[in-house]
C-alpha cells in the first residue's frame, strides 16, 4: 500500500468514527466517500468492518443491560441473510454501479432524516424486511445502519435503550459481516496489518468524539452532517 492509500485510510477512519462516536451514527457514510477516492470498495469495506468490529466489542460490554434483546432476537437472522446477501453482491457486481447505488442510498437517507415528518410504524413483517434490507446494506456498503434506525425506534421506550439497542444490533452485524468477508476472500491479512498501523488514529477519533459530544450543540452539528452527507453522495453518483 502506497503511502497517499495509508494517508487516505488514515483521513477516512478518523472521519467516521469522529463522527460516530459524536452523534452515534453514519460512521461508515461519512468515511467510505473518503476511502473511495484511492481504494475499490471492497478493500474500503474490509477496513470499515475491521473498526466496527473494535468499536462494537467495547461498547456492546458497556451497554448490555440497557440493549432490548428482544429486537435483537427479531433482526437476528433476517440481518445475517441480509448481509451474506450483501456480501455476495460486493463480491460479484461492478464496483461503479456499487459506488453510484450508495450515493442514491446516502441522499435518499438524507431527504428521510431532513422532512420525515411522521415516524414510521413497521408489524412484524415490516421488521423483517427492514431487517433484510438493513444487513443487505451492511453486506455491500456496511451502511445498514439508517434502516436499523426506523426498526429500533419503532420499539425503543427510550433515547438510552434506543442508543443501546444500535449498539447492540451493528455489533451483531459487524460480527456476522467481518467472518463472512473473510470467507469470501474480501477480507485478508493484509486489512488486518494495515489496520493495526490505523488503530491509534481510531482511539484519537473516538477520544476526541467523546470530548466534543460534551461541547459542541448537537443540533447544529447534525445539521452540518446532513449537508456533508448529501454532498458526498452527490459527488459519488457523478
Known amino acids: 500500500m502506497s503511502l497517499e492509500v495509508f494517508f487516505i485510510l488514515a483521513i477516512g ?3 467516521g468514527f469522529y463522527v460516530q462516536t459524536v ?3 453514519a460512521g461508515s457514510l461519512m468515511a467510505l466517500p473518503i476511502l473511495l477516492f484511492k481504494m475499490q ?3 474500503a469495506i474490509a477496513f470499515i468492518s475491521i473498526f466496527y468490529l473494535f468499536s462494537s466489542v467495547f461498547l456492546i460490554m458497556k451497554e448490555w443491560r440497557n440493549i432490548d434483546r428482544k429486537i435483537i432476537l427479531q433482526l437476528a437472522l433476517t440481518s445475517v441473510i441480509g448481509v451474506i446477501l450483501g456480501i455476495v453482491v460486493l463480491s460479484y457486481a461492478k464496483p461503479i454501479i456499487l459506488k453510484r ?3 442514491v442510498f ?3 437517507y438524507v431527504a428521510y432524516v431532513s422532512f420525515g415528518k411522521t415516524k414510521i410504524k413497521l408489524n412484524k413483517n415490516g421488521v423483517i424486511g427492514f431487517g433484510v434490507m438493513g444487513g443487505f446494506f451492511s453486506g455491500v456498503f456496511s451502511t445498514g445502519g439508517p434502516l436499523y434506525v426506523i ?3 419503532n420499539t425503543a421506550h427510550s433515547i438510552k435503550v434506543f442508543r443501546a439497542t444500535m449498539i447492540g444490533v451493528l455489533g451483531l452485524v459487524t460480527i456476522t459481516r467481518v467472518p463472512a468477508l473473510a470467507v469470501s476472500g474480501i477480507l485478508n491479512v493484509n486489512h488486518l496489518k494495515m489496520a493495526l ?3 491509534p488514529i481510531f482511539l484519537l477519533a473516538q477520544f476526541l468524539g467523546k470530548r466534543t459530544f460534551s461541547k459542541i450543540d448537537e443540533k447544529l452539528f447534525k445539521r452540518s452532517l446532513m449537508l456533508l452527507l448529501c454532498v458526498s453522495g ?3 453518483i457523478f
Open 101 to 103: 447505488g450508495l450515493g
Open 106 to 108: 446516502i441522499l435518499l
Open 23 to 25: 452523534v452515534g451514527f
Open 197 to 199: 498501523f490505523v488503530f
Open 234 to 236: 452527490a459527488i459519488m
Open 13 to 15: 477512519i478518523f472521519v
Open 151 to 153: 426498526c429500533v425506534e
Open 41 to 43: 470498495l471492497p478493500d
